[in-house]
């Protein structure tokens, strides 16, 4: 929401993906820092805390050995590090077990907590339709405290700031979630990066034992990977990217479908790899290189079918209630100049996808006016304008091509009645060439040319004098012409002052440099003097003592 030209996030309405952190200019809006809530669990559970390690590590951490990643963690004072993707590989296998038996036809991957968050709020219509398995985070939290006791803390390490809400909301099996980012600021403050030594591998190990083919699940397309073929045919379908899969959702319907169909869907285009806590820009075919590269094929190495890894996820509808009628929206859209079609451009640089969206959020008080760029622009210009024609002397905006950009009638008018007649039919003579005009190019040439400006130049054309100065509004592209004529009593009168007060201000600054070096000088004849005659004076005195002593 903005209000007050100031954005704000509406937390009921925010689906935690990260975005608005990755693409505001200014960086008002900031990652939640998990740090201090990590170092206080860490401290106050020594011997009791295990680090959960997101899958695409791989490709964030890629130029550190695994066993001196595992073994610098440790020495900040985890027990234990595992992997994720151990929790991935129990999801997927209670996946495959939930589309065998279900009857429905569409089935959605519940591992991306940003797109359950979206399905939740704004496609309620498929609530249903989301697998009821927990996401691998909180299996693996599971797996973790099955295996060393459910009085243990597990603190969440990956590239998505969803699990920083999803962590809050399973508080009971993940204490606390930080980012890459995050846990990369941790070693570096504890002097452990860069690490380049190879620690005892025996003790440099992911605990229980490391992933196979849950490692995969950090791409598009690798939770698929895990999936077997079941007995009944099933489309399987893997997509990514937020307004992708907007569009994936918006006509999808189970009643329309013939046959079952899994999709799994992530909101980070390509895959986790490219989440908003990311650590590097390397490009997504690399890093997915390098994590398939590293998955090892065949089933998991324990079975734990027994955990319960069910759960129903619940409604949150935000979309609005309220039915705008057409001449509500119209009127909305009036507001910001927009009053036939043509005028609705669809530019989404106010974040909504077209202007009837925006139109709508303004209704609904989310959004001002001000954020629509086109509009912005339109009350620029014709502020601009407004000033242009008030200003009382001939304005010319010229660009480096010396062709008009904007003029204003006063100019046209000291011109003559010819051109001011063209200009009357095309007001501010955009395109026009400058030496069409007026005589005066080889002087903006000049100015395009050297980048100097030009201050009151004095010219004389056709029996008219003119004041010409010439300012740069965007150097070497762009200068603006102000243009007054010596002939109008006023404009002469001020000059004629103008230069009176430059020749009474340099005659001053003359008599005061004069002065000071008279003043200067008085000073050294008079110190010279004075230490001449001091001197005759000793010599006279030291005369007569010689004189009497005789």
């Not at 001000?370 to 010229?398: E, F, W």
Request: proline share 4%; with cysteine; aromatic share 8%.
């Amino acid at each position: 929401m903005v209000e007050g030209n100031k954005a704000s996030i509406i937390e009921e309405r925010c689906i935690y993906c990260g975005h608005c952190t990755q693409v505001c200019p200014t960086g008002a809006k900031k990652v939640r820092d998990g740090l201090t809530r990590a170092r206080f669990t860490l401290n106050r559970h020594p011997g009791k805390v295990y680090l959960s390690l997101a899958p695409s590590y791989v490709s964030e951490f890629g130029d550190i050995h695994t066993p001196s990643l595992i073994a610098a963690i440790k020495r900040l004072g985890f027990t234990g590090v595992s992997e994720t993707a151990l929790g991935a590989e129990v999801v997927s296998a209670k996946t495959e077990q939930y589309i065998g038996e279900s009857l429905g036809n569409i089935h959605i991957s519940s591992a991306c907590p940003v797109i359950v968050d979206y399905i939740r709020k704004y496609v309620p219509s498929l609530v249903e339709n989301i697998t009821p398995i927990v996401s691998p985070m909180i299996a693996h939290a599971m797996i973790l405290r099955q295996l060393y006791g459910e009085d243990i803390k597990v603190i969440f390490a990956g590239p998505c700031i969803g699990k920083k809400t999803e962590s809050d909301n399973f508080g009971d099996l993940v204490d606390v979630a930080i980012t890459f980012k995050d846990l990369s600021e941790w070693l570096e403050s504890e002097g452990e990066l860069p690490i380049t030594a190879d620690p005892d591998k025996s003790d440099a190990v992911f605990l229980p034992y490391n992933s196979r083919i849950g490692a995969a699940y950090p791409v598009e397309g690798g939770m698929l990977v895990g999936l077997h073929k079941l007995s009944k045919p099933v489309h399987y379908m893997a997509f990514s990217g937020i307004d992708v899969i907007k569009n994936v959702l918006s006509e999808l319907k189970p009643e329309e479908c013939s046959g079952p169909m899994f999709l799994e869907l992530l909101a980070c285009s390509g895959g986790c790899v490219n989440g908003p806590a990311k650590l590097n820009s390397v490009s997504i075919a690399r890093k997915r290189y390098d994590i398939i590269g590293k998955c090892e094929t065949g089933a998991p190495i324990r079975d734990f079918g027994n955990l319960d890894l069910s759960i129903r996820f619940k409604y949150d509808t935000q979309e609005n209630t309220q039915n705008y009628t057409e001449i509500e929206i119209k009127g909305a859209l009036a507001t910001v100049g927009k009053t036939t079609a043509e005028d609705e451009l669809n530019c989404s640089s106010c974040g909504y996808d077209t202007c009837r969206d925006f139109a709508v959020a303004m209704l609904n008080r989310r959004a001002e006016d001000n954020m629509c760029a086109s509009y912005m622009r339109k009350i620029a210009h014709d502020k601009a304008t407004v000033l242009l024609q008030k200003i009382p002397a001939g304005i010319i905006l010229v660009n480096s091509d010396l062709k008009v950009v904007d003029m204003n009638r006063n100019f046209a008018a000291y011109m003559g009645d010819d051109l001011l007649s063209v200009y009357d039919l095309m007001p501010g003579m955009t395109g026009a060439s400058v030496n069409k005009v007026c005589s005066f190019e080889p002087f903006f040439r000049t100015a395009f040319a050297t980048g100097e400006e030009l201050r009151e130049r004095r010219i004389t054309d056709n029996g008219k004098t003119w004041l010409l100065s010439i300012y740069n509004l965007q150097p070497n592209r762009q200068v603006f012409g102000l243009l007054q004529s010596l002939n109008e009593p006023g404009v002469k009168k001020e000059w004629i002052l103008e230069k009176a007060r430059e020749v009474i201000r340099n005659h001053m600054t003359t008599v005061q440099k004069v002065a000071g070096l008279l003043g200067e000088n008085a000073a050294y004849t008079d110190s010279t003097l004075r230490s001449i005659i001091e001197a005759y004076d000793q010599k006279e005195a030291g005369n007569k003592e010689l004189y009497h002593e005789s």
